[in-house]
């Protein structure tokens, strides 16, 4: 987000005491990262070594069976409506089961959902 130009960072929970900080701070030229944040980036780089470590037995548990599911039905490429009417669920919890598994994977669309699948063996 700095490297796209933002000069702080405020988390959605933040009051309005740390808000008015915030932007004080980054009027006066100081960047600005949630504590929060800050401590959350901290605990991934330190964890940055791990992570590279992944295995697919790793991100299968992450992932629940019925977002694997889904995400395997996406694979094959299914519209939303389709899925559900497989799995027997309304449009709208597929929709829900997409956007985790896409947090939950770090993914940023459709296309990079599938290469990250592929390259963690989550499906063929």
């Known amino acids: 987000m700095m490297a796209c130009g933002a000069h702080g960072y405020v988390l959605k929970s933040a009051g309005k ?3 008015f ?3 004080q701070l980054v009027l006066a030229g100081t960047p600005y990262i949630s ?3 800050a401590l959350k980036m901290l605990n991934k780089v330190m964890d940055s070594s791990h ?3 992944i295995d697919s037995i790793t991100v299968q548990q992450l992932l629940s069976k019925r977002e694997l599911e889904v995400l395997a039905l996406i694979a094959d490429g299914f519209t939303n ?6 799995l027997f669920t309304s449009k709208r919890t597929i929709e829900t089961h997409r956007q985790n598994i896409l947090e ?3 993914s940023k669309n459709t296309a990079s959902l599938i290469k990250y699948a592929f390259r ?3 499906i063929k």
Do not use: W
């Open 17 to 19: 005491e740390e808000l």
């Open 21 to 23: 900080m915030a932007i």
């Open 35 to 37: 504590s929060q944040a």
């Open 51 to 53: 992570s590279n470590e």
């Open 81 to 86: 409506a389709e899925i559900g009417d497989m």
């Open 104 to 106: 939950k994977t770090n």
């Open 120 to 122: 963690h063996q989550l």
